[in-house]
């Protein structure tokens, strides 16, 4: 599976950026990571092969959005009110499809694709 990631760049503090993936093949739930400098990757957000909502890092949650375009098959995540802390690079990520009741771990993602900075300014 190969994954392209895109839409990420530089945003003043409040702002809103939309970030893309688009996978080769429908068999993973699609997901975000990011990666602050210094820090460890961390869950953004990501599907679920079933049961309709997503999941959300406690950080993110009710400012981000993951929507789907089925005949794309890409996922969108859309930010809004951005801070300085969500400053990273934001990795798309194909998952687990069996993960549904919990957060997605580093263990979870089968494929990755290429990071696509995100730089808030304050």
């Known amino acids: 599976v190969q994954l392209q990631a895109s839409g990420g760049g530089l945003v003043q503090t409040g702002g809103s950026l939309r970030l893309s993936c688009a996978a080769s093949?429908?068999?993973?739930?699609l997901g975000w990571f990011r990666q602050a400098p210094g820090k460890e990757r961390e869950f953004v957000a990501g599907e679920r092969w079933v049961g309709g909502s997503s999941l959300y890092g406690d950080s993110v949650k009710d400012r981000f959005t993951l929507s789907r375009d089925n005949a794309r098959n890409t996922v969108y995540l859309q930010m809004n009110s951005l801070k300085a802390e969500d400053t990273a690079v934001y990795y798309c990520?194909?998952?687990?499809?069996?993960?549904?009741?919990?957060?997605?771990?580093?263990?979870?993602?089968?494929?990755w694709g290429q990071g696509t900075q995100v730089t808030v300014s304050s």
């Open positions: 093949q429908r068999l993973y739930t």
């Open positions: 990520a194909a998952g687990d499809p069996r993960v549904l009741l919990r957060l997605w771990e580093l263990s979870d993602v089968k494929y």
